[in-house]
């Protein structure tokens, strides 16, 4: 056993960039298996329209325009940045509700003792595990008697009552690693609750409050269904939609169209994934969760 | 400004588990008094009950001379020191030191100047604008305690304070918050494990065990006439020794192979023959000499050269362990034998219900 041990890293010492080379050649290949739909795609929003299926697999357009790009973003009797702007104001305020419901909640369960505390946050764990679909049907009713339908109401208000268990209990893990220590200290500087939770558990919580906030932004962002039963009026259209809208039942479809505006809708979450990955991964790894 | 503090048959229960007794205690305004235990012995839940973090579930508590019981802890005119110093870690100092006058909505002007003030005495001015993070420990001991005097409260409240720090650093601070308490003047109240702290620092200590007082006392009267055998072993350093022992006589009683003369006022309360235990301090044993009256002879097992004091540990002839505590640097080797003597005067007794022989 201690040999074979010790034969491995000799091993990888004698070919140390023939090792190296074909670990990264293997990558690269996998990388591009798993890019090529979105390099595809790509290459498909910059083709002229009619070359879009002759050219096979091929990622090298015979042409390349953006013309799909401007038809894409005016064509429609909206524009699509006012999907954009919709998408981005729903989004903004989901994730704004999200947070700072979420973490309320989270300061409850992890520091106030209330009555049922323990049965509340079983409760609460217990939705983790309902499918979004088995509450659809009496959500719609009631926003339907609340005269919500075709307005953004039904996407924004409910994430300002903590609908999201897995956000809560996300911070209830982590708000729980921080000292209780510093709680009585600021019980003992005169501050209440509500003081503590803003002046000691927000403040030491960036990693999670961001590691929240970003799954939420990325997750009301992507949301098809949710503005797809809630939204009807055009104005009203999330980017998830407009993008439907490039996709004619009746056989003429705008597919160059429809890639042009896919891209574009990627690169929100793209610089998102880009500038926060620290962050949510330090919210992720500190916590000691996985979704 | 010092206030005291009583309590009234205090009694804390977690659930089914009695942690606390029935404590009867009067803190005098102005006093150190120092809780000191063993793990367990419910010292700090004490202290944490005083300061309106645990709650009171049965008696009262006074402070004052007002009923504390239902008062939230930022009323009770208390600042507390814990024992992982607890500074919010996303403040620099200066703003540690600040948040309490901020949260009791006291001026800027006002807040600015009482913080830079005690920053001086406790000289932190030149760390005001650090994180914790980027202190030393004892720094930190600073600002967690300039944090408390800052508010300028009545009474203080230490949780074990010196425990996170090292040997040389624990006697600096130690005798910081000794002169701080004669400068200041309040009342205050340290928990402890360290029988040494206790000893240097307090007025008063409070010896407690399993959630029920043991004795109340100063240093010395706890240390000169320990009200029990718990108390007799564990304030003092080293530990005292006990022998098994029997009662012959109103004023004798025998160790093993050894009959003693002793001058203890309840030992009569003992019947003949009954058993007793006897102890005696390591460093009222002495080695040879004339003084006073023998203890046998024993066998030297270990001996440990101190400088100043020597160490000896050994073998009565009945088996039983002593450990003496001698001035100066002795020529003892493993192995020998040596002559003990001591005087009845230094000598405690405990009846079998482990409370002393003595008034």
Redesign the interface.
Same mark, same amino acid.
């Given at each position: 056993m201690s040999n074979e041990a010790r034969a491995l890293p000799g091993q990888g010492s004698n070919h140390p960039y023939l090792r190296s080379g074909l670990l990264h050649c293997l990558l690269i290949a996998a990388s591009f298996v798993m890019l090529y739909p979105i390099l595809w795609m790509l290459a498909g929003s910059l083709r002229p329209a009619e070359d879009l299926f002759g050219g096979g697999a091929s990622l090298v357009p015979s042409q390349v325009t953006i013309k799909a790009y401007s038809q894409g973003w005016f064509g429609m009797q909206v524009s699509f940045g006012h999907f954009f702007l919709n998408s981005l104001l729903i989004a903004t305020l989901a994730t704004l509700g999200n947070v700072l419901a979420a973490s309320l909640a989270a300061y409850a369960f992890a520091r106030l003792n209330f009555f049922g505390r323990k049965l509340w946050f079983a409760l609460m764990l217990g939705t983790l595990m309902l499918p979004y679909h088995v509450t659809l049907i009496p959500q719609y009713v009631l926003f339907l008697k609340l005269g919500w339908i075709n307005t953004w109401l039904p996407l924004v208000v409910p994430k300002y009552f903590a609908v999201d268990a897995f956000f809560i209990f996300l911070m209830v893990q982590f708000f729980r690693g921080i000292p209780r220590q510093l709680d009585e200290a600021a019980q003992m500087d005169g501050c209440s609750p509500w003081r503590i939770y803003y002046k000691i558990m927000l403040p030491l919580s960036l990693p999670v409050l961001a590691t929240a906030g970003i799954f939420s932004f990325i997750w009301t962002w992507e949301d098809f269904f949710g503005p797809l039963i809630y939204v009807s009026d055009m104005s009203l259209y999330t980017v998830q939609l407009g993008l439907r809208s490039f996709i004619d039942s009746s056989g003429t479809s705008s597919w160059n169209e429809l890639f042009a505006m896919s891209i574009l809708s990627l690169i929100p979450i793209f610089l998102i994934f880009l500038f926060f990955q620290r962050l949510l991964i330090e919210g992720i790894a500190t916590t000691g969760m996985k979704r | 400004m010092s206030t005291s503090i009583q309590l009234r048959k205090v009694v804390k229960r977690f659930e089914a588990l009695e942690v606390i007794k029935g404590v009867d205690l009067d803190i005098e305004p102005g006093k150190f008094t120092v809780f000191v235990g063993p793990s367990g012995c419910g010292k700090s839940t004490l202290l944490r009950m005083v /300061? =309106? +973090?645990e709650t009171i579930t049965e008696g009262d508590l006074h402070i004052g001379g007002q009923r504390m019981n239902d008062v939230a /802890? *930022?009323r009770r005119g208390? *600042?507390?020191v %814990?024992?992982?110093y /607890? +500074?919010?870690?996303?403040m620099t100092v200066y703003k540690n030191l600040a %948040? =309490?006058l901020e949260? *009791?909505g006291v001026k800027r002007d006002e807040i600015d100047r009482r913080v830079r003030e005690v920053a001086a005495t406790l000289r932190i001015t030149e760390y005001l604008q650090r994180r914790p993070k980027a202190l030393s420990g004892g720094q930190r001991q600073r600002v967690a305690i300039g #944090?408390s005097i800052v #508010?300028d409260p009545d009474i203080f409240l230490f949780d074990e304070p010196l425990s996170n720090l090292d040997a040389e650093l624990r006697v600096q601070m130690r005798v910081e918050i000794s002169k701080l308490h004669e400068r200041l003047g309040n009342t205050m109240i340290c928990v402890t494990h360290d029988q040494v702290e206790a000893m240097t620092m307090a007025d008063t200590i409070v010896v407690l065990r399993g959630g029920e007082v043991m004795q109340v006392g100063s240093p010395l009267e706890l240390y000169n006439r320990p009200a029990n055998r718990f108390v007799a072993g564990f304030i003092g350093s080293p530990k005292m020794n006990f022998l098994e022992a029997r009662r012959t006589a109103p004023d004798a009683i025998e160790v093993p192979g050894q009959a003693l003369q002793l001058s203890l006022d309840q030992l009569g309360r003992c019947s003949a023959e009954t058993p007793v235990t006897f102890g005696i301090r390591p460093e009222h044993i002495m080695l040879g000499g004339e003084a006073g009256q023998s203890l046998g002879e024993v066998k030297v097992d270990l001996v440990e050269h101190l400088g100043g004091s020597t160490s000896v540990y050994a073998t009565m002839p009945s088996g039983a362990s002593l450990t003496i505590l001698a001035p100066g640097q002795l020529s003892i080797r493993h192995g020998e034998t040596v002559p003990l003597r001591i005087d009845a005067a230094n000598c405690h007794a405990f009846g079998p219900d482990d409370q002393t022989l003595r008034n």
């Open positions: - | /300061a =309106g +973090l /802890a *930022a208390i *600042a507390m %814990f024992q992982s /607890a +500074l919010y870690p996303h %948040f =309490g949260t *009791a #944090r #508010r």
